[in-house]
Nanobody, 121 residues
């Protein structure tokens, strides 16, 4: 059973940065997606990295500000978030599926518990 644990969330001022981590019990064969959900809103996929690291994608609202990366030796995927905005406030989740990024959150079978990111002055 693959297990995922997110960390790195917190309170940051607008324009600030955070780096989220997703530690996995096993990682090499899995694509990892980052999702977020704000109160009263639907879950949103924001970024994904394939198992090889050769493919990454981002939702338009975070392009140029967020960077996803992975370290298979450490079984960890990172989401570097820069130039944070109040609208980035949400619970952030990482999720896993085999090999390739999925197009919908329902295609991911393994989920972490989430980490809160709050962007506020």
């Amino acid at each position: 059973q693959l297990q995922l644990v997110e960390s790195g969330g917190g309170l940051v001022q607008p324009g600030g940065s955070l780096r989220l981590s997703c530690a996995a019990s096993t990682l090499a064969l899995h694509a990892i997606g980052w999702f977020r959900q704000a109160p009263g809103k639907e879950r949103e996929g924001i970024s994904c990295i394939s198992s090889s690291g050769g493919t990454t994608n981002y939702v338009d609202s975070v392009k140029g500000r967020f960077t996803i990366s992975r370290d298979n030796a450490k079984k960890t995927v990172y989401l570097q978030m820069n130039s944070l905005k109040p609208e980035d406030t949400a619970v952030y989740y990482c999720a896993a599926r085999l090999l390739r990024c999925g197009s919908q959150w329902s295609e991911y079978g393994y989920w972490g518990q989430g980490t809160q990111v709050t962007v506020s002055a």
